[in-house]
Nanobody, 132 residues
């Protein structure tokens, strides 16, 4: 069974940056890999996703500040987070889909979906804390 392992979390001041990494335990091509975040007492929130063709999608709160990169066919996907805000404080969790359900097929080019229900593999998460 494929395991996902996150790293790179930490504590920074507002305006700072962090880069998270998600590594797969074995070579298994994924249609999509994504980042979600969980704040205690709140619903899990989508952050960003990347599909096997390199198309990306971002949740509105992180657009222009976060960048997802990597290769879903290889082992590692990254989330580069800049201009961090206290509201970004959360446990960031990596997820992956091997079924292909995560891909939105469009005439102008495919796009990964940000629906958590489409992702069948999840990591344990890494804490990101942003202080004001």
């Amino acid at each position: 069974r494929v395991r996902l392992m996150e790293s790179g979390g930490g504590s920074v001041q507002a305006g700072g940056w962090l880069t998270l990494s998600c590594e797969k335990s074995e070579f298994q091509g994924m249609y999509c890999m994504a980042w979600f975040r969980q704040i205690p007492g709140k619903e899990r929130e989508a952050v960003a996703a990347i599909d096997v063709e390199g198309h990306t999608r971002y949740a509105e709160p992180v657009k222009g500040r976060f960048t997802i990169s990597g290769d879903t066919k290889k082992n590692t996907v990254h989330l580069n987070m800049t201009n961090l805000k206290p509201d970004d404080t959360a446990v960031y969790v990596c997820a992956a889909d091997i079924s292909g359900r995560c891909v939105l097929i469009l005439p102008q080019g495919n796009s990964p979906k940000l629906d958590a229900d489409l992702y069948g593999y999840w990591g344990q998460g890494t804490q990101v804390t942003v202080s004001s």
